[in-house]
């Protein structure tokens, strides 16, 4: 699986959005890109996934460039709950796609 | 709540002692993964079950560690004779197909909040 990288740590205010970059430049054209956030004592919780075209959901919207070298995780109106690390995850169609690889993530500490 | 229940949420255990966690799947999801996330660091693939199949266990270590997954009840993780450094925090997913082949992929997994195991 192709890896990523996001930044360490990011700041929004409460109420405003949240963009949270990720690249994944080496992305192949059967992988996917998959968003998880794991709040403090929890576990992971899915965020929402893409394959190339831009995805929305309850929780958030997806964008993914049209090279797929990157995307970006958009929270539109961030809570104070949405305080969390947030993990980009690439994950292929096949061979053992089940095995998540979670790096460091990003730690978005969204502020009153 | 319908999601992946984990127990216990803690549990502690002396050196030496045998350790079992406990994972049910989602409603309606027959593949199960377990998982295990040292302090600081990032969750680390261990084992992948069926229902009474092991697929994968690559990210598991070979002694003390089993993982089970039976035709009726939740899938067990055991660890035997458990030493300081298999305390960390151990999740399970499910999914309802394991996401592989074309048009597969949208399946994706969902975690259990995790037991804490910490090692006296």
């Known amino acids: 699986d192709a890896k990523t990288t996001q930044p360490t740590s990011m700041d929004c205010a409460e109420g405003r959005a949240a963009n949270l970059p990720c690249n994944h430049s080496?992305?192949?054209?059967?992988?996917?890109v998959y968003w998880y956030r794991q709040i403090h004592s929890q576990g992971p919780q899915y965020i929402i996934h893409?394959?190339?075209n831009n995805e929305t959901n309850e929780m958030a919207s997806l964008i993914i460039t049209e090279d797929r070298k990157s995307s970006t995780l958009i929270l539109p109106h961030a809570t104070l709950r949405d305080t969390a690390v947030y993990y980009c995850?690439?994950?292929?169609?096949?061979?053992?796609?089940?095995?998540?690889?979670f790096g460091k993530g990003t730690l978005l500490t969204v502020n009153p | 709540n319908a999601g992946v229940m984990q127990n216990p949420r803690h549990l502690v255990r002396r050196r030496g002692q045998e350790a079992r966690l406990r994972c049910s799947p989602m409603?309606?999801?027959?593949?199960v993964y377990w998982y295990r996330q040292l302090p600081e660091e990032g969750l680390k693939f261990m084992v992948y079950?069926?229902?009474?199949?092991?697929?994968?266990e690559s990210g598991m270590p070979k002694e003390r560690f089993s993982a089970e997954f039976p035709k009726e009840g939740p899938s067990i993780l055991r660890i035997q004779q458990v030493v300081r450094g298999d305390s960390a925090a151990y999740f399970c997913?499910?999914?309802?197909?394991?996401?592989?082949?074309?048009?597969?992929?949208?399946?994706?997994?969902?975690f259990g909040d995790g037991t804490r195991l910490s090692i006296l």
């Open positions: 997913a499910s999914s309802r197909t394991s996401g592989t082949g074309q048009g597969m992929s949208n399946q994706p997994q969902h």
């Open positions: 080496t992305i192949s054209g059967n992988e996917y």
């Open positions: 893409g394959l190339k």
């Open positions: 995850i690439v994950r292929s169609s096949g061979g053992s796609n089940y095995k998540l690889t």
């Open positions: 409603k309606g999801h027959s593949h």
């Open positions: 079950l069926q229902k009474e199949n092991i697929i994968d």
